[in-house]
């Protein structure tokens, strides 16, 4: 279908003078008030008339659904339409055709645009609202399209539309997956009558043997032991063998998802931070705590051959096993000196954590795989969810908090997958075209 739209424009300006500004700010109210919905609504309104003429016709390439196989129309009603755009509110009026054999009516500008049945607004506004509320909070995003966009959005309409969204789902292959790593953070949730009004969120990631980053979930207000659980039941070809866990150390993490991953990873940079709260609360001195700090770093910090595994020799092998076994002797050595000392925390701290300290190393040995010692990567992550759930807002449900968390792991993480899902929804495929062959006065 190819139409010539020929626009009428009346302007009138001061012969006296005008600013360049005023001309430019009152354009552009022209066109985002009235001109660019006006536009489309026009050009919706051509199509529906050629659509709705050729049907009854019996003339039309395309074809409606059929509803009894007979194939003829006849023009019913016509109902008016609103649909929200960032480029404003287009108006339509569209004809209603109906069967003239079984008498069941339809809308075919509906069908021919893809439309949902009670739809009104269109997927390029959602994404753009998904993807603003995820920087800023509901109100100032309402607030920002409004006076940026002059598209009135009330919040509560944008709340709906990200709650109703499927942008934030998030399909894992445990194939790709070969290190997981874990955090979780707190943040004000709404309080009820059984609970007070502290969330938890807990945030999931993958690490492919290449590097790329997986994004593999977040929950809120469930129990590491039913987010390992969802993992392998949801997950495409999950298994536990080959995989290593880096976390913080929290306490029951690494055994709750024990069946998600072989081994667990200690990070390193939490290690001897947390001794040194743990002596803290041992009532030990400020310069003891820095000492021991440095001790501990200095055993853990076993360092892998920058060479492929495949070129790494046997005895070189052998001789970081021996400094494995070494740094976990002087470990139990340094447990007993605590223990001497009555730190009896900061021992009980790192007899606990040497099991899991040396599991990169391991898992190297076994995999050929670099592990990461620390869990910086999410601690990333969580950060910048931290800012959106604490800094920006807070009185979240679960269930809000853990779908803002997915979009914002997803569009950090996956951006592909981001654009991919938003390019399933709006259908860029060339079937329009648009052509300005410039403007002249009359």
């Known amino acids: 279908m190819q139409n010539i739209i020929t626009l009428e424009i009346v302007s009138a300006v001061s012969e006296t003078g005008f600013s360049l500004d005023e001309l430019v700010v009152k354009t552009k109210e022209l066109f985002e008030?009235?001109?660019?919905?006006?536009?489309?609504?026009?050009?919706?309104?051509?199509?529906?008339?050629?659509?709705?003429?050729?049907?009854?016709?019996?003339?039309?390439?395309?074809?409606?659904?059929?509803?009894?196989?007979?194939?003829?129309?006849?023009?019913?009603?016509?109902?008016?339409k609103l649909f929200r755009t960032s480029i404003g509110t287009v108006h339509v009026a569209w004809r209603r055709l109906r069967c003239t054999k079984c008498g069941k009516s339809f809308v075919p500008m509906r069908e021919f645009l893809g439309l949902e049945r009670y739809q009104s607004k269109t997927a390029e506004l959602e994404r753009m609202v998904a993807e603003v509320v995820s920087e800023q909070s509901y109100r100032r995003t309402s607030r920002h399209l409004d006076?940026?966009?002059?598209?009135?959005?009330?919040?509560?309409?944008?709340?709906?539309?990200?709650?109703?969204?499927?942008?934030?789902?998030?399909?894992?292959?445990?194939?790709?997956?070969?290190?997981?790593?874990?955090?979780?953070?707190?943040?004000?949730?709404?309080?009820?009558?059984?609970?007070?009004?502290?969330?938890?969120l807990k945030v999931v990631l993958?690490?492919?043997?290449?590097?790329?980053?997986?994004?593999?979930?977040?929950?809120?207000?469930?129990?590491?032991?039913?987010?390992?659980?969802?993992?392998?039941?949801?997950?495409?070809?999950?298994?536990k063998e080959g995989k290593i866990l880096v976390?913080?150390?929290?306490?029951?993490?690494?055994?709750?998802?024990?069946?998600?991953?072989?081994?667990?990873?200690?990070c390193h940079w939490h290690a001897p931070n947390d001794v040194n709260y743990a002596m803290w609360e041992d009532?030990?001195?400020?310069?003891?705590?820095?000492?021991?700090?440095?001790?501990?770093?200095?055993?853990?910090?076993?360092?892998?051959?920058?060479?492929?595994?495949?070129?790494?020799?046997?005895?070189?092998?052998d001789t970081l096993v021996e400094k494995t076994e070494t740094a976990e002797?002087?470990?139990?050595?340094?447990?007993?000196?605590?223990?001497?000392?009555?730190?009896?925390?900061?021992?009980?701290?790192?007899?606990?954590?040497?099991?899991?300290?040396?599991?990169?190393?391991?898992?190297?040995?076994?995999?050929?795989?670099?592990?990461p010692r620390a869990a910086s990567m999410i601690e990333r992550m969580m950060r910048e969810i931290g800012r959106r759930l604490k800094k920006i807002a807070f009185g979240w449900s679960e269930k809000g908090a853990a779908k803002m968390a997915r979009i914002i792991i997803k569009r950090i993480t996956n951006a592909g997958e981001w654009e991919k899902?938003?390019?399933?929804?709006?259908?860029?495929?060339?079937?329009?075209?648009?052509?300005f062959r410039g403007a002249k006065a009359l």
């Not at 009235?34 to 199509?47: I, K, N, Q, S, T």
Request: charged residues 30%; hydrophobic residues 35%; proline residues 4%.
């Open 33 to 80: 008030r009235e001109g660019m919905p006006g536009f489309v609504g026009l050009l919706l309104a051509l199509v529906d008339e050629l659509l709705c003429l050729r049907l009854v016709m019996g003339e039309s390439k395309w074809k409606p659904e059929p509803c009894c196989g007979h194939g003829r129309y006849e023009q019913s009603r016509r109902d008016n």
């Open 147 to 200: 006076l940026i966009g002059e598209i009135p959005v009330p919040k509560s309409t944008a709340h709906r539309w990200v709650m109703q969204s499927e942008c934030d789902e998030l399909a894992v292959d445990g194939k790709a997956v070969a290190i997981v790593v874990a955090d979780g953070t707190g943040y004000k949730r709404r309080p009820d009558t059984e609970k007070n009004n502290r969330g938890e």
């Open 206 to 239: 993958g690490v492919g043997s290449d590097g790329t980053v997986v994004p593999v979930g977040a929950w809120s207000g469930e129990s590491w032991e039913a987010i390992g659980k969802e993992i392998n039941d949801k997950a495409v070809d999950w298994k």
């Open 247 to 266: 976390s913080d150390g929290e306490r029951g993490l690494a055994d709750a998802l024990a069946s998600i991953a072989e081994s667990a990873q200690r």
């Open 283 to 317: 009532k030990a001195p400020l310069d003891e705590r820095r000492a021991m700090q440095s001790r501990i770093a200095g055993l853990i910090g076993i360092e892998l051959p920058e060479s492929d595994f495949e070129k790494v020799k046997p005895e070189d092998k």
């Open 329 to 371: 002797k002087n470990l139990d050595e340094l447990v007993a000196e605590l223990a001497g000392k009555g730190y009896h925390k900061a021992a009980t701290y790192v007899r606990n954590a040497k099991e899991s300290l040396f599991s990169y190393v391991r898992f190297w040995l076994k995999y050929g795989l670099v592990c």
């Open 421 to 435: 899902y938003w390019s399933d929804r709006l259908r860029l495929n060339g079937n329009v075209v648009l052509v």
